[in-house]
């Protein structure tokens, strides 16, 4: 291996270090609690060389925010090839989201933006969309089966996505005076159901 491609790889090696200590930081402590110095210090390194592979904290914050799209779409494509009947890849969907809300929190609310300010001010993430295009997918395929009017499919994506988000946003947030998790996730599957059915 050359020079060259040996600093490539230190630098690549050392940004995914830098992700990973600051996304178990932010387990640890909570997003509000991360620093460029508690970064610097958990690698043994000085906070300039954070700044060579970070311009800032919101940097770090944005490809950490990327790389919980990325998990997310992982499984969502998993359901796209799983499940070729649209009723039922959007109810895995739906699951998949959820699950992956619950099970990666740290992840959610910084990709959306609970409870912190949403990172990436002014760059509009194309990941952002990414459940979107899953759901509406989904969508189209259940009007068309049901030769139901599909003037409103964007509408119904837009409001499928919206319940979804608010029902999680509302137990992450601990809003809700429901504090059990089968009965919120009750909820979810009869907003579901009842979704497709009106569909």
């Known amino acids: 291996m050359g020079i060259l491609e040996r600093r490539i790889r230190q630098k690549e090696n050392m940004r995914t ?15 509000q609690s ?3 110095r508690k970064i610097a210090d958990a690698i043994e ?5 954070i700044y060579d592979h970070f311009e800032n904290k919101e940097a770090i914050l944005f490809e950490l ?23 039922e890849r ?5 699951e998949t989201y959820w699950n992956f809300a ?27 969309n990414s459940f979107r295009k899953y ?7 259940i009007v068309k089966n049901k030769k139901s009017d599909d003037s409103e499919t964007c509408f119904k994506i837009y409001a499928f996505w919206s319940v979804l988000h608010g029902l999680i946003s509302i137990v992450m947030m601990r809003c809700s005076d429901i504090d059990d ?11 579901v159901e009842a979704f497709i059915k009106n569909l």
Not at 181 to 191: F, I
Request: proline share 6%.
């Open 17 to 31: 270090t830098i992700l990973a200590v600051a996304l178990q930081q932010v387990k640890d402590e909570g997003w």
């Open 34 to 36: 991360l620093s460029i």
């Open 45 to 49: 390194y000085s906070v300039p060389v």
């Open 65 to 87: 925010s990327l790389d919980g799209f990325r998990l997310l779409e992982r499984s969502l494509e998993k359901n796209k090839k799983k499940y070729p009947d649209p009723t």
């Open 90 to 94: 959007l109810k895995a969907h739906a």
């Open 102 to 128: 619950f099970k990666n929190p740290e992840y959610y609310q910084l990709m959306y933006g609970l409870g912190m300010p949403c990172c990436g001010a002014g760059k509009m993430k194309p990941e952002f």
């Open 135 to 141: 759901i509406g997918e989904a969508i189209e395929g």
């Open 181 to 191: 998790s089968t009965m919120n996730k009750k909820v979810m599957d009869d907003t």
